[in-house]
């Protein structure tokens, strides 16, 4: 398999090895991954279809909590795996290759302060155009795993009080709602993503508690052709 090792976006020094073939790591990751509030007082942090580990390793830069990845795909796993290396974290972040719906083997209940996840958008049953190769198809559509799945999943893995982190397409987010409250996890925070100004968000970031109060805060939309940095871009108050 043939890859090559790009700049983090601006997180220097870190690289990161990705392949043409398959999906890089994009924005979405980027604002995940930067929508994490204060992550430097969490203790243990999940990542949830981590794909090449690009969210765990801006995340790194931000903590020294220990931070621990799931990644089902063989090609995309070895990726990280060598990403992590380059980087010298192995000390801070655990890969582990698994369908995310067998990490309770790994790990037990109720264990993680965080839990981060950029999911498949697309639900098989809504579009005909999934995609022909098998690794993209899995990464873009919900083949393996839903979103109730990954709620569900999330729920069960996160302690009390603990937040789970999503980035997803702003259509699902009614879904996304009505699955958090079922399993106990509260939306408290939603933040809209457009391209340009005055555009309709297609993009959303979700900030939900476990055991949380009902309330929710909506913080006015996110322009990114306005932006010059995505670094320390929320949680100004």
Known sequence: MSSELNDLYDYVPLKIYQNDN??????????????????????HILELCAGNC??????????????????VQDEIYS?????IEYNKLENQI??????IKDIKNYFPGNNFDVIVCNPPYFATKSTNLVNDDKVKAIARHEVLINLEDI?????????????????????????????????????KNIQFITTKKDDIPKLVLIRAVKNSRNGVKIA??????????????????
């Open 22 to 43: 398959y999906f890089k790591f994009s924005l979405d990751s980027v604002l995940l991954a930067e929508y994490v509030k204060n992550p430097n007082q969490k203790k």
């Open 54 to 71: 690009a969210v765990s390793m801006i995340l790194s830069t931000k903590t020294n909590s220990k931070i621990t990845a799931v990644e």
């Open 79 to 83: 990726l990280g795996c060598k990403s």
């Open 94 to 99: 655990v890969y582990v290759k698994s369908d």
């Open 151 to 187: 709620i569900q999943l999330s729920s069960s893995m996160l302690g009390i009080d603990g937040e789970l982190y999503l980035v997803h397409r702003s259509e699902r987010l009614d879904e996304i709602i009505y699955y958090c409250r079922k399993y106990n996890i509260n939306v």
């Open 220 to 237: 006015p939309a996110l322009c990114i052709s306005e932006l010059k940095t995505f670094k320390n871009i929320f949680w100004k108050e």
